[in-house]
């Protein structure tokens, strides 16, 4: 039995360093990321070509997901919740409970510039953002950046809680005194 089991882990060890020495972690790393992308790009092409407005939202919160997927993926942990609780979470359900509110007789014809007209115009805009991307992404020098203490999820509470307090709260206070005027603008300043 033992050696049986010897020739096994002799085979495994064998296909794992073969593997290896052919780059096989590179390309599932790469597979995994190109998987990801396509999820983000394709759902975001669904949100442009889709006719029914409420399916194009639901389309948008998976682009969202799929871009904090990536986001995590490349270890910007911090960023990935953040583009999943703002985006995918608050943005998304925002957008979708004023599409559901908004009452339609016929949803399924519900994105009203659809002539052929407005498509190659979006075309083209599309196919010059594109283009435009492309050419800076390859004449670009990427480099390595240096590892900040900003750049993981701790460094970053560090950073906004000892250096960045004052602004941090003071930004805290901005949004405390806008959601007080939003709710005296929406009760109305007769009844308050």
């Known amino acids: 039995m033992n050696d ?14 073969m593997a290896v020495e052919m780059g096989a972690p590179d390309l599932i790393l790469a597979g995994i990321f190109y998987a990801l992308a396509g999820v983000a790009v394709l759902s975001a092409v669904g949100v442009v070509l889709c006719r029914n407005v409420v399916h194009s939202a639901l389309l ?16 910007a942990d911090f960023m990935g919740a953040v583009q999943f609780l703002v985006y995918g979470g608050a943005v998304a359900i925002l957008i979708v409970m004023a599409l559901m509110l908004t009452r339609r007789d016929d949803m399924d014809h519900s994105n009203p510039s659809r002539g052929l007209f407005h498509q190659v115009g979006a075309a083209v805009v599309a196919g010059g ?19 900040s203490p900003g750049d993981s999820a701790a460094g970053l509470a560090d950073l906004m809680l000892t250096k960045y307090v004052l602004p941090f709260e003071v930004a805290a206070i901005l949004l405390l005194i806008a959601m007080i005027g939003a709710i005296i603008l929406a009760k109305g300043a007769d009844e308050a």
């Open 4 to 17: 049986l089991l010897s020739l096994v882990h002799s085979l495994v060890n064998g296909g794992m360093d």
């Open 129 to 147: 953002f594109l283009l435009t991307m492309g050419l800076a992404a390859l004449l670009s020098p990427f480099r390595e950046a240096p590892a």
């Open 60 to 75: 948008l919160t998976a682009s969202f997901i799929g871009t904090g997927c990536l986001y995590i993926y490349l270890d």
